[in-house]
């Protein structure tokens, strides 16, 4: 039978809820690198590659991180160049600052120790709400909630009768369904088995409730119904970010610097329009005001390049030191 008690509140109900999750997580849990490992830089070094990065490639590249950077104080000391050259292929570069950021942070006020208390997780750079509770759960066990996009969706279902897909809770009603639905141990297999969940049976558009161990206790079981795709907008222009990107790829692949920022215009646009000066101008302006870049004139640094009317084969661009 199925349960129709949309705030979950029976005890008995929620006991078979955490009971059949942990049991399912047991067996069917993924495995990655940063899981079951007593080491909360690996939790914390996980969540910010995985904040915009599909997690195929964080399990690619986080291997390659800790080996490079082992713990938080050998990322403190390192140089930001190094991270971004480090951080190739994750994209949103701006994490790998952040991290860097956060990094001198712990070692200059927290005595090298990664703090467990989420509230002091989240005055740190590039931390915010989801991070900081993921660092204090699976770094730390504390019994604290953790509400990503696959645990708000499964909780969304599991509460309440979703007739669509589409449909789920406010991310504030989330986080309050989820601290209250916290089992009373193995916070870390209960938040991991949501996460899991959503990712493999509970899913945005196709969920397998004909699989899943939550089915009978589900309010939404078998009952979702997905919309038709909206044709996605057109996009007219590329964003800056890409933009962005594409400068900083350049300089990696240049050891780091490009005597000529000429050839960065005809290569990330890809054509000789004279307006494209001002828009590279604006790109290498925001990316310096990022700290990812400097910009010289000869060996003179240019504080503010959009002011400056030099031509761009006279300006050399460097990846941050
Ligand atoms: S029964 Fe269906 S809707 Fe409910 S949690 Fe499982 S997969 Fe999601």
């Not at 349960?3 to 078979?16: A, C, E, I, M, Q």
């Not at 047991?26 to 495995?31: E, I, L, V």
């Not at 790829?249 to 307006?275: K, M, N, V, W, Y």
Request: charged letters at 25%; a positive charge; aromatic letters at 6%.
């Amino acid at each position: 039978m199925r349960n129709t008690d949309s705030s979950l509140s029976s005890p008995d109900l929620r006991r078979r809820l955490h009971r059949r999750l942990l049991q399912w997580y047991r067996t069917n849990k993924r495995s990655l690198p940063w899981r079951d490992v007593d080491n909360p830089y690996y939790v914390l070094i996980s969540e910010f590659m995985a904040q915009q990065t599909q997690l195929a490639r964080v399990e690619e590249h986080f291997p390659r991180w800790i080996v490079r950077f082992p713990d938080i104080s050998t990322l403190a000391a390192a140089s930001r160049r190094s991270l971004l050259l480090a951080w190739s292929g994750m994209g949103y570069n701006r994490r790998a600052l952040n991290l860097h950021a956060a990094a001198m942070r712990i070692v200059e006020e927290h005595g090298r120790r990664i703090p467990d208390d989420p509230t002091v997780l989240q005055s740190l750079p590039g931390i915010g709400r989801y991070t900081a509770h993921a660092v204090a759960c699976f770094g730390y066990g504390k019994r604290v909630p953790v509400v990503d996009v696959n645990v708000r969706r499964v909780l969304s279902r599991l509460s309440r009768n979703m007739n669509t897909t589409e449909t789920m809770l406010d991310e504030k009603e989330a986080w309050i369904l989820a601290a209250d639905l916290l089992p009373p141990r193995a916070c870390y297999n209960w938040s991991q088995g949501l996460m899991d969940l959503g990712a493999g049976i509970c899913t945005a558009r196709k969920p397998r409730c004909s699989q899943c161990p939550l089915s009978t206790v589900c309010s939404s079981a078998h009952r979702l119904r997905t919309p038709e795709r909206k044709a996605a907008p057109v996009v007219r222009e590329t964003p800056r970010r890409i933009y962005r990107g594409r400068v900083i790829e350049l300089l990696r692949r240049a050891a780091g610097h490009c005597s000529d920022a000429e050839r960065i215009r005809c290569q990330i646009f890809g054509s000789t329009d004279p307006a494209d000066r001002q828009k590279l101008i604006g790109i290498l302006a925001s990316l310096e005001k990022d700290g990812m870049v400097t910009v010289y004139q000869g060996k003179k640094r240019i504080s503010d390049v959009a002011a400056h009317s030099a031509p761009l084969s006279a300006l050399r661009i460097c990846l941050v030191k």
